[in-house]
T-cell receptor, first 116, second 113 residues
């Protein structure tokens, strides 16, 4: 299957700082990528849809100014958690699909963010 | 967006028995329903999917059924093995509205040897 690479896999940051997470599609072009957040033993909650060359579409309740998404190329989307707080600690995972109609989603390895 | 519910949240079965996980969805426009398996600390991996023009699909020990009228779909694992132990997520997607996946709440399956 297709490969989606996410970095870093783990990051610890101080409260108030910003953290950038990268999501790359290694062997295909992804006009759309998706960012999810997963709490321990819970489901994948869709945060936003990242669109290449345009603004991201955020799900209801997700602060767009706090979770900045940039999709500058067909193979790279970034999620920046700004002014991080301990409650932002979570597992963040991206995904991408090849094509637009009824196709499998491929996931990155995920990023475990801990804000201290 | 779409609302996907999944039951049960935890499931324990004896090795060799069958396991069934059920999901319901709210948006009748959803037309693609994948199932993902996630092992601890790892990324979700697709195990089977079904499209809305099909009622059932099978791949070896895994099968998925879809009832569009009732808006529910189920995952069936037969002859379970310890390596089937993981968290399973169902999802629903609408092809023509952004293509997002909305996931169910997950089922933690434990297969007891």
């Amino acid at each position: 299957g297709a490969v989606v690479s996410q970095h870093p896999s783990r990051v610890i940051c101080k409260s108030g700082t910003s953290v950038k997470i990268e999501c790359r599609s290694l062997d295909f072009q992804a006009t759309t990528m998706f960012w999810y957040r997963q709490f321990p033993k819970q489901s994948l909650m869709l945060m936003a849809t990242s669109n290449e060359g345009s603004k991201a579409t955020y799900e209801q309740g997700v602060e767009k100014d706090k979770f900045l998404i940039n999709h500058a190329s067909l193979t790279l989307s970034t999620l920046t958690v700004t002014s991080a707080h301990p409650e932002d600690s979570s597992f963040y995972i991206c995904s991408a699909r090849i094509g637009r109609v009824n196709t499998e989603a491929f996931f990155g390895q995920g990023t475990r963010l801990t804000v201290v | 967006g779409e609302n996907v519910e999944q039951h049960p949240s935890t499931l324990s079965v004896q090795e060799g028995d069958s396991a069934v996980i059920k999901c319901t969805y709210s948006d009748s426009a959803s037309n693609y329903f994948p199932w993902y398996k996630q092992e601890l600390g790892k990324r979700p991996q697709l195990i089977i999917d079904i499209r809305s023009n099909v009622g059932e699909k099978k791949d070896q020990r895994i099968a998925v059924t879809l009832n569009k009228t009732a808006k529910h779909f189920s995952l069936h694992i037969t002859e379970t093995q310890p390596e089937d132990s993981a968290v399973y997520f169902c999802a629903a997607s609408i092809a023509n509205t952004g293509n997002q996946f909305y996931f169910g709440t997950g089922t933690s399956l434990t297969v007891i040897p």
